[in-house]
């Protein structure tokens, strides 16, 4: 080969070395486009506009979006309660510690007065005489009015206080707790309680709802017991 043609075969060689594949080519030439505002957008103020103008939200529009997905709410429903995880659990309570209930009387009146009680002492003025009504409805709310309570009728064992009420100037002590104990077994604890301490007891009953009250001079009691949704039962205790 002569020296002229293998000098043109090796400037031919270099310059098939240093070009780029077609398919790179196009597309960088399309991302100089796209990115580079080369003369090409710049012909195109629509395509500008797409590509460099800040994106518009509407607000009101981003509050339904995604609305049939199940999301947590923003904040606890103040009107539901805890599954009871102890419902049925030991109490510590012994037979020893149980006397049994009365058989209920099927009227109770007592019940009727406390369906619809919004407050413990709406519960309370319901269920007192008409000379300490005044006296209920002006009951203060803390939980310290279930340490308060007398010692002849305390808490069950396992209470978990939900609200408490009292009135020094009446005695009244109100206090509404679960328990994981069924019905039954509240009542009979509550009468051996009671009974040994000197009071009274009449049962009463409507449904599943049960009353256990009773008196020893000026002093009285009244325990409320319903079955709790959530196992175990729903106690409202009222001490004068």
């Not at 009468?191 to 009953?205: C, D, I, K, L, M």
Request: net charge neutral.
């Amino acid at each position: 080969m002569s020296p002229n043609r293998l000098l043109l075969a090796s400037f031919l060689l270099l310059a098939a070395c240093s070009k780029q594949p077609a398919a790179q080519q196009d597309l960088d030439g399309l991302d100089k486009e796209l990115t580079a505002g080369i003369a090409g957008n710049q012909r195109d103020p629509a395509l500008t506009a797409a590509l460099h103008d800040q994106i518009m939200v509407d607000p009101a529009l981003t509050q339904s979006a995604n609305a049939n997905v199940v999301r947590p709410p923003s904040r606890p429903d103040p009107l539901s309660i805890p599954p009871d995880v102890s419902a049925g659990r030991p109490d510590g309570v012994t037979a020893a510690d149980l006397k049994p209930t009365p058989a209920a009387r099927g009227d109770c009146p007592a019940c009727r007065k406390a369906q619809g009680a919004l407050t413990l002492g709406e519960l309370a003025a319901r269920q007192a005489p008409a000379t300490a009504a005044a006296c209920a409805q002006a009951v203060s709310y803390s939980a310290g009015w279930a340490t308060r309570l007398p010692a002849d009728v305390p808490l069950y064992p396992d209470a978990r206080v939900r609200e408490a009420a009292g009135n020094d100037a009446c005695g009244l002590r109100v206090v509404s707790f679960a328990s994981g104990a069924p019905v039954g077994r509240i009542l009979d604890w509550y009468n051996a309680r009671v009974t040994r301490a000197g009071y009274s007891a009449e049962h009463q009953a409507s449904g599943a709802e049960h009353m256990l009250g009773g008196t020893r001079g000026d002093a009285a009691y009244l325990v409320h017991v319903t079955p709790d949704l959530a196992g175990g039962s729903a106690v409202d205790l009222l001490v004068r």
